[in-house]
């Protein structure tokens, strides 16, 4: 069995299902704005890192930070079996929603306010 989550597929987000007999039987999908893929790309732009690219240095440095410092369960939570991504925080969907020196952000100016400003690479 496996479990699949992209930042955005052909259609689902993330894709829970199973082969057998040469088939895929799909359990469940979930599909844009909620995203845990694009959820994890957009506070990787803010910690200074490019989307699609800085995400394995985000999982690397994660078991070195503090969990105690900040509860991020604001940012997604699951309810009544779907994933909900609060798109006050991220969106990955359409414009991007923050601009900074004239490159667009797919986080939001409400995840500023909450955690201080975007990350420089290098800090």
Same mark, same amino acid.
Do not use: C, Q
């Given at each position: 069995?496996?479990?699949?989550?992209?930042?955005?597929?052909? %259609?689902?987000?993330?894709?829970?299902?199973?082969? !057998? *007999? &040469?088939?895929?039987?799909?359990?469940? #999908?979930?599909?844009?704005?909620?995203?845990?893929?694009?959820?994890?790309?957009?506070?990787?732009?803010?910690?200074?890192?490019?989307?699609?690219?800085?995400?394995?240095?985000?999982?690397?440095?994660?078991?070195?930070?503090?969990?105690?410092? %900040?509860?991020?369960?604001?940012?997604?939570?699951? !309810? *009544? &079996?779907?994933?909900?991504?609060?798109? #006050?925080?991220?969106?990955?969907?359409?414009?991007?929603?923050?601009?900074?020196?004239?490159?667009?952000?797919?986080?939001?100016?409400?995840?500023?306010?909450?955690?201080?400003?975007?990350?420089?690479?290098?800090?």
């Amino acid at each position: 069995r496996r479990v699949h989550g992209d930042g955005k597929g052909e %259609y689902a987000t993330t894709f829970f299902g199973y082969g !057998e *007999n &040469g088939k895929i039987h799909k359990i469940k #999908e979930f599909y844009d704005p909620d995203s845990l893929g694009g959820l994890y790309g957009a506070i990787t732009e803010y910690l200074g890192f490019e989307m699609l690219d800085g995400e394995f240095k985000v999982m690397g440095m994660a078991p070195y930070g503090d969990p105690n410092k %900040y509860d991020l369960s604001r940012l997604a939570k699951f !309810e *009544n &079996g779907e994933l909900i991504v609060n798109t #006050e925080y991220v969106n990955v969907v359409g414009l991007r929603r923050y601009k900074e020196k004239g490159k667009g952000f797919y986080f939001t100016p409400k995840l500023i306010e909450w955690l201080g400003p975007k990350r420089e690479g290098g800090e």
